[in-house]
């Protein structure tokens, strides 16, 4: 049975928010886990300011998707790649060359992260939501000369942001999914009906245009 590692990192208690590493720079190292991207799924690959949507496919300025990786200093780019809506990929994340005394990769057992840039935006956009499968049947942490298959991933951003990039980036328009899309259903993070008149909590709305956002509810 194929295993799913789903990894939420709620940007309410992590800072990578906060961070800017665009454009991505990445040190190569000795050994390299493979992260495929198919064109099969790149409709699960999405950008979010909660409560509006944009499929990763329809931006249309150039985008470059990165693994991340953090050290006692903070995060860094542990390996990216150039999204395209032609083919399917792959993102080499690199691992952490064990000769020497500083963090310049990823560490076994550690968890995958990701982020984005976006042509003309001057922020990097980090990943609230991972799902990930691993090829080989092993577990779905980071391991050297691994294969991964990214099935799904949602990015956090402004509304500032989803509103430039539906007029400069998308032929998406943003103001008419606004007033013409509704919510059919509220589930939490286990996919369980979720009231948010009555729970507290992070939860996920689903559109009748298929969309999702994250919500946060204290």
Not at 128 to 143: E, K, L, R, Y
Not at 171 to 197: A, Q, Y
Request: glycine letters at 6%.
């Amino acid at each position: 049975m194929k295993k799913i590692f789903l990894l939420f990192l709620f940007t309410c208690f992590i800072s990578f928010g906060q961070t800017n590493l665009c454009p991505f720079s990445y040190t190569g190292t000795d050994s390299n886990a493979t992260i495929a991207i198919t064109q099969e799924n790149a409709a699960n690959f999405m950008i979010t300011d909660d409560t509006n949507t944009i499929s990763i496919s329809d931006i249309e300025c150039p985008i470059e998707i990165g693994v991340i990786a953090s050290d006692w200093n903070g995060i860094f780019c542990a390996g990216s790649s150039s999204w395209t809506n032609e083919e399917n990929f792959a993102i080499a994340a690199w691992s952490d060359d064990s000769t020497s005394p500083e963090i310049d990769g990823m560490l076994t057992g550690s968890n995958f992260a990701f982020a984005i840039c976006i042509e003309g935006c001057e922020d990097t956009f980090y990943s609230s939501s991972v799902a990930i499968s691993n090829i080989t049947g092993g577990g779905n942490t980071f391991t050297p000369n691994g294969m991964y298959l990214l099935e799904s991933v949602v990015f956090n951003c402004s509304s500032s942001v989803i509103d430039d990039l539906s007029q400069s980036c998308s032929s998406i328009d943003i103001t008419e999914n606004r007033v013409h899309k509704s919510v059919i259903k509220t589930v939490d993070l286990l996919g369980r009906d979720f009231n948010p008149s009555v729970d507290s909590g992070v939860y996920l709305e689903l559109y009748d245009d298929k969309s999702v956002s994250k919500v946060c509810r204290f």
